[in-house]
DNA sequence: GTCTATACATCGATAGAC
DNA sequence: GTCTATCGATGTATAGAC
């Protein structure tokens, strides 16, 4: 993924270190602008600016604006594709459920540009390179294969289920942003789930369908 | 409302009157424009070209794009406000809340551009106008009242059920635009959720609290 | 009141010199 | 790789004809 070029493998190169470093810092300053104005306020002037350059030398790294948006999306799936990597997930099904609601609604609510970014269609004409969109594919998968470990074969069931953690997602970040009115209701709204779709039992859910 | 003028009350004002016409004709063509192009990439010069005017003349109608945006908000929260008007509510109270959740998701569904606009933060630095925002009030204490004869005093709960409807309608349009996919769960989802608040009875749920 | 004309600052993007 | 110069388009705004 580093070297491309058959000839001195092994070898550092330099110029393309150099050139991914300041990639990397006009992602980070990107990133801080989204957060502070809007996902759709972003302006290549003013993030060269932000990184100390003229403009037009933005398209030395980036072939367009939605190209930094692209990098962007990439970036946010990366994040949330490392911490589901970071939890453990439980044998207990209402429990492997509570820690995935959990860890997505968090990722959702602390961020409200990377939300639309990642989740929502908001950008005109803007569209995830194939590279981008397999990170967003092998997060959706990550998530599925944990409910179908907990037992969640169906997938109506999942539909339910994915609706019903973006809404909390959503409803924090339009109605609660920075706050914690909907992430207290994560543990109630599983217990919903978890009783519609596993049988009424809550403390022992081991009958299946 | 139709006039301030204490003189020559009753008498149509013909000039005000083909006024509101021609706004009412920028106002459709932007509705056009947003839900073709998407909500983000209206332009005032395109809105002018659609409706055969100079771009500035339409500052003759709206101070600013931002006002155009308002306007729109208030036009979307007043048809909700009419649909909601124009259904009947069951006593039965899971009845009440299948046919509210329908009413909500299915308005939402219908329209990407008018949900962003409506229930989502997503343009920079805009925000409605006392007057359009009142609108949006009304239509969420018409909802919240329907809930409350349903049953539904708990403030969780009502906030559980926000967001499930809100998830519902945000992975339709999101996931499937223009499909059903999540709208056919909408019965499931109120069984759902009725269960959790109302109890396990579920055909004749008479069982409060 | 509504139009035309014109101005200004900003935007994304490209070409070419060094 | 970074710069200057430039392009077309945008949102905003003012002046003046009718």
Redesign the pocket.
């Known amino acids: 993924m580093t070297s491309t070029i058959p000839a001195d493998t092994g070898r550092r190169d330099r110029?393309?270190d150099?050139?991914d470093a300041?990639k990397r810092e006009i992602l980070d300053a990107a990133w801080q602008m989204v957060r502070a104005d809007g996902l759709n306020a972003?302006?290549?002037?003013?993030?060269?600016r932000a990184v100390?350059?003229?403009?037009?030398?933005?398209?030395?790294?980036?072939?367009?604006?939605?190209?930094?948006y692209d990098h962007l999306f990439a970036d946010g799936n990366h994040e949330l594709l490392t911490r589901f990597e970071q939890i453990e997930i439980s044998d207990d099904p209402h429990q492997a459920l509570c820690t995935i609601a959990r860890l997505f609604v968090t990722f959702a609510a602390e961020d409200q540009a990377r939300y639309e970014l990642l989740f929502q269609r908001t950008i005109p004409d803007f569209e995830p390179s194939p590279e981008s969109y397999a990170v967003a594919t092998e997060v959706f998968s990550r998530g599925r294969s944990v409910l179908t470990a907990a037992g969640l074969g169906d997938d109506a069931d999942f539909d339910l289920w994915t609706a019903l953690v973006a809404g909390l997602a959503s409803q924090q970040l339009a109605n609660d942003p920075g706050g914690d009115r909907y992430i207290r209701l994560i543990d109630a709204a599983v217990a919903m789930f978890a009783e519609h779709v596993f049988g009424k039992v809550v403390p022992n859910p081991d009958t299946k369908a």
């Open positions: 110029r393309r150099r050139h300041t972003l302006s290549l002037r003013a993030l060269a100390d350059m003229e403009p037009q030398s933005l398209y030395t790294y980036f072939a367009s604006k939605h190209a930094v």
